[in-house]
């Protein structure tokens, strides 16, 4: 079963195919959209070693040449060290600017290869192919791209639309357990920021679609992609309600950043405290009822994702993370803004949130001063 998602841009339109053994029409779906049969392909060493010849065998069949670019795996390559590699390299292949880049991994490939996209000869065309589930549902959709620096996450970027994404389920199955943990959490994420329905949905069929049985998996992976697309198309740069998107990121991100991106605190797992987070600090202001919070929070915690600091190694100083967040994209003339919620799914952008209220609910939670 083959779902496919308009992601609806004024003369910047594309599809987000949804279904499994995509990668295998992976050469009939890129032909259309190639000026020249090329591709430069981006991947890590572990999808290079899982997935590699597959792609290359499916592109090769349809008379693409592929030119192949290999990074290391992880969140570090997301630096400024990292795009300047891989621009160079990219330019050793004497590519075109009207060359295609494929952006072929997981968020971390997904995000440094449309930057470089974005401005390798001052902007080319990118497909992605996303192999995690957190990268289906989130980061291969919308045109966010972007870069890390000491100072935080996805501080340095552009927006810059793919042309088409192909989510193909059978490459998930290879994927470690919690790495569909941490792609879960995006897509509870949705139904705790807009969408009450479909986050009972996943109260009762989650584990269907941790287990990755197919119907389940491809209920969720389109439904997280439409309330994308809907989103995007009405607010592509995020002057309004795409903000909403960002759920659970302000506390997450700066947890994120003092957990040093590495493995000990996974983009997912960060994403999905954040939210319980937010909920917490929701009903601590006595915006959303306290059934509400407790709800989000059992649900994450039972789908195996940390929903509190004691489920983290290592201690917080509250401090350091109010400087995180102040170094946040949302961030205004010098306040904090947070997605909170009146319940679940309602979101809502809430700016200049009073930093001695966010400080004293980092205590609370755990963090020291």
């Known amino acids: ?215 389940a998996l491809t209920h969720a992976v389109a439904r997280s992609v439409e309330m994308k697309a809907q989103i995007v198309a009405e607010d592509e740069r995020e002057g309004g309600v795409r903000a909403l998107l960002n759920l659970g990121h302000t506390f997450g991100h700066a947890l994120e950043a003092e957990s040093g991106f590495g493995e000990a605190l996974k983009h997912g797992e960060a994403v999905a405290l954040g939210c319980a987070m937010a909920f917490r600090f929701s009903a601590r202001l006595g915006l959303c009822a306290e059934t509400d919070s407790a709800r989000a929070d059992r649900f994450i915690a039972g789908s195996g994702l940390p929903s509190r600091l004691a489920d983290l190694d290592g201690g917080f100083s509250a401090r350091a993370l109010l400087a995180r967040m102040g170094q946040d994209k949302k961030a205004r003339a010098g306040g904090l803004t947070f997605i909170l919620a009146r319940g679940i799914g309602a979101a809502f952008v809430a700016g200049d949130v009073d930093l001695a209220a966010v400080r004293a609910f980092l205590l609370d939670e755990g963090a020291v001063a």
């Open 1 to 215: 079963m083959t779902r496919e998602v308009r992601v609806a841009l004024a003369g910047r339109a594309y599809d987000v195919i949804i279904g499994r053994d995509l990668i295998d029409e992976a050469g009939a779906r890129l032909a259309p959209i190639l000026k020249r049969p090329l591709v430069a392909v981006v991947m890590d060493e572990t999808v290079r070693d899982l997935h590699g010849p597959r792609l290359g065998a499916a592109l090769g069949a349809a008379g693409i040449d592929v030119r192949s670019v290999v990074i290391a795996p992880g969140e570090a390559a997301k630096s400024f060290a990292g795009l300047e590699s891989l621009l160079d390299e990219l330019l050793a292949l004497e590519l075109e600017r009207g060359d295609v880049i494929v952006a072929f991994g997981g968020g971390v490939v997904g995000d440094l290869a449309g930057f470089a996209a974005a401005i390798f000869k001052r902007g080319g065309d990118f497909v992605q192919i996303p192999t995690t589930l957190l990268a289906q549902v989130d980061s291969s959709v919308g045109g966010k791209t972007a870069i890390d620096t000491p100072r935080g996450k996805n501080l340095i970027g552009a927006f810059h639309q793919p042309r088409l994404v192909l989510a193909d389920l059978a490459l998930l199955d290879t994927l470690p357990a919690r790495e569909m943990r941490c792609g879960f959490a995006e897509v509870l994420k949705y139904g705790l920021l807009g969408d009450a329905a479909f986050f009972a949905w996943l109260e009762e069929h989650g584990s269907k679609v941790l287990a990755r049985e197919e119907d």
